[in-house]
């Protein structure tokens, strides 16, 4: 079961698996009634969160969250350096990765000031436990 510690999908971090049981159903014309996400690696252990109808309702509403950002000309940096282990654009925001250990000054900046920014209060909704 997904943790509660996050909103649903991980506040819009694990997408992966909604997004492909929604491309399965439109191109099955059929209607998905649970999906998981594997982990199948030695580390993983071949674990796997399930996910059910609720999460997958859920999922439409994350993703129209999530893009309403750039539609209204918002590229918001994460709040939270976590975020930044696997991005592909750390240079660019000068995350200083060693191992495991992130720091991005940009995820330090909207830690600090997103309560405070509307721009923000999506993102915070989405990763807040009580959302969905």
Same mark, same amino acid.
């Given at each position: 079961?997904?943790? #509660? !510690?996050?909103?649903?999908?991980?506040?819009? %971090?694990?997408?992966?698996? =909604?997004?492909?049981?929604?491309?399965?159903?439109?191109?099955?014309?059929?209607? *998905?009634?649970?999906? @998981?996400?594997? /982990?199948? !690696?030695?580390?993983? @252990?071949?674990?796997? *969160?399930?996910?059910?109808? +609720?999460? /997958?309702?859920?999922? #439409? !509403? *994350? *993703?129209?969250?999530?893009?309403?950002?750039?539609?209204?000309?918002?590229?918001?940096?994460?709040?939270?350096?976590?975020? &930044?282990?696997? &991005?592909?654009?750390?240079?660019? &925001? %000068? +995350?200083? =990765?060693?191992? $495991? !250990?992130?720091?991005?000054?940009?995820?330090? $900046?909207?830690?600090?000031?997103?309560?405070?920014?509307?721009?923000?209060?999506?993102?915070? #909704? %989405?990763?807040?436990?009580?959302?969905?």
């Amino acid at each position: 079961e997904p943790a #509660r !510690t996050d909103g649903p999908l991980k506040g819009g %971090r694990m997408l992966q698996p =909604a997004l492909y049981a929604a491309a399965a159903e439109q191109q099955c014309k059929g209607q *998905v009634a649970a999906f @998981e996400y594997r /982990f199948p !690696t030695p580390i993983g @252990e071949n674990r796997s *969160v399930p996910y059910g109808p +609720v999460q /997958f309702r859920q999922a #439409r !509403t *994350v *993703v129209e969250g999530l893009l309403a950002h750039p539609a209204a000309g918002e590229f918001l940096p994460t709040n939270d350096s976590s975020d &930044c282990k696997l &991005c592909d654009f750390q240079q660019i &925001c %000068r +995350v200083q =990765a060693e191992g $495991w !250990t992130i720091e991005s000054p940009r995820a330090k $900046w909207a830690e600090e000031h997103a309560p405070d920014l509307e721009q923000y209060a999506g993102m915070l #909704r %989405r990763r807040s436990p009580g959302d969905g």
